[in-house]
């Protein structure tokens, strides 16, 4: 299974334009789609497609597939880009009977202005969760995804719905939950201007843009992840073992980012 023509669902979105800009330079036919999805706009860039990626909100997942289903091809996989994984791959194999892939960018559209630099400075892969949506029927669509992805210049990654969404929970949910939690808390410390360190300075430059820009995204991407309480209620369990004292417990659990044995990332 090979994909040489790919219909892009939301192209005019940051996403969407991402992949059709890297379409275009790996010198694949693409064709883009965005509202209003009339059957007409549909149909033509739709018929034919090897693949149909639907670069759109995951709470919309379902109904943009059942609108985009019809044009396709026998065979064409339907893909998406969500930042959950779950209830859009359910959403894509209840409006498809054809293959479906589940894809995760882990990073923004705009890759070369921040996402590509790592802690220490190095540029890092930009990588692509990829997941079957029917394990076994859809391995064939999976491995053509995983190639696609690798030529538009992005590392794939094989993982399942729920290993997702769980590890999204933590890093990105629960990164948004404490972080707006942690600043609305300052609220009631009265006036603490004058007493605002480096520190304090460089988390609030950190969190500017989740949430005066990305707030409503993530907003929607916590409730609609099944994992997220698990991840906010293991972080309340941490926050009584503080509340009683044992920040020393926390601090070493917290130190063990840096004290694992290197992985096989790390050495290549």
Request: charged share 20%; net charge negative.
């Amino acid at each position: 299974m090979t994909i040489s023509s790919i219909a892009i669902v939301g192209a005019r979105g940051g996403m969407g334009r991402l992949f059709v800009n890297r379409c275009r330079e790996a010198g694949l036919d693409v064709r883009e789609l965005d509202r209003p999805l009339t059957p007409e706009k549909v149909a033509a860039a739709v018929d034919g497609a090897d693949m149909v990626l639907l670069s759109v909100p995951v709470t919309v997942t379902g109904d943009v597939a059942r609108c985009v289903v019809p044009a396709m091809k026998p065979g064409a996989i339907l893909a998406d880009v969500g930042s959950v994984k779950v209830l859009p791959v359910q959403d894509m194999l209840s409006a498809y009977q054809g293959p479906v892939v589940g894809t995760h960018p882990l990073f923004g559209p705009n890759p070369a202005t921040g996402e590509k630099t790592g802690a220490d400075g190095t540029a890092e892969a930009l990588r692509v969760a990829v997941m079957p949506g029917c394990p076994g029927r859809d391995e064939a669509a999976a491995q053509a995804v995983e190639r696609f992805m690798e030529t538009l210049g992005f590392v794939a990654f094989r993982t399942d719905p729920h290993e997702h969404d769980r590890a999204m929970a933590f890093v990105q949910g629960l990164n948004f939950v404490t972080t707006v939690a942690y600043l609305a808390a300052q609220q009631n410390a009265g006036d603490i201007e004058k007493f605002i360190t480096p520190s304090f300075t460089r988390r609030l430059a950190a969190a500017k843009k989740l949430i005066l820009e990305d707030a409503g995204l993530f907003g929607v991407l916590f409730e609609a992840n099944p994992h997220s309480q698990e991840a906010v209620r293991t972080y309340r369990n941490f926050l009584n073992v503080a509340a009683g004292g044992d920040v020393d417990l926390l601090a070493t659990r917290a130190a063990a980012w840096w004290s694992r044995e290197p992985s096989a990332k790390d050495a290549s």
